[in-house]
């Protein structure tokens, strides 16, 4: 039931709206910052992205590179930042998924988030 007749305190519900979009904000920005890894041919590539899926290392194993078949250093190397960027979109969920449930968005997303 709610209090005054059935209608709802509008400047309660900004509040709580503006706190849900600070609360945002401030996942978004954790996740801009924390560095997630993925790596593949057992650890010979290892990428390094951000919580936002923006690469920022890549570190390739000399025993990798094989100057005769480069299409296989090729393949290593996206299957690791593949992996990285899978590791990311899981802390995205992790970090935003409540966040978007708060803002009504209960598994069918927000536009313009990655979920």
């Known amino acids: 039931m709610i209090p005054g007749g059935g209608q709802p305190n509008m400047q309660q519900l900004l509040q709580q709206a503006q706190k849900m979009q600070q609360d945002l904000a401030r996942a978004q920005e954790e996740l801009a910052r924390t560095e997630v ?3 593949s041919g057992g650890g010979l590539v ?6 936002s899926g923006e690469l920022r290392a890549l570190k390739i194993d000399p025993k990798a590179v094989d100057p005769e078949d480069t299409e296989t250093l090729a ?3 996206v299957a690791a930042v593949q992996a990285a960027n899978e590791n990311a979109q899981t802390l995205q969920q992790q970090k935003l998924g409540p966040l978007a449930q708060g803002l009504g968005g209960g ?3 927000i536009p313009g988030l990655p979920f």
């Open 37 to 39: 890894d993925g790596q």
């Open 46 to 51: 290892k990428a390094t992205v951000n919580g």
């Open 75 to 77: 393949d290593l190397i």
């Open 107 to 109: 598994g069918a997303g």
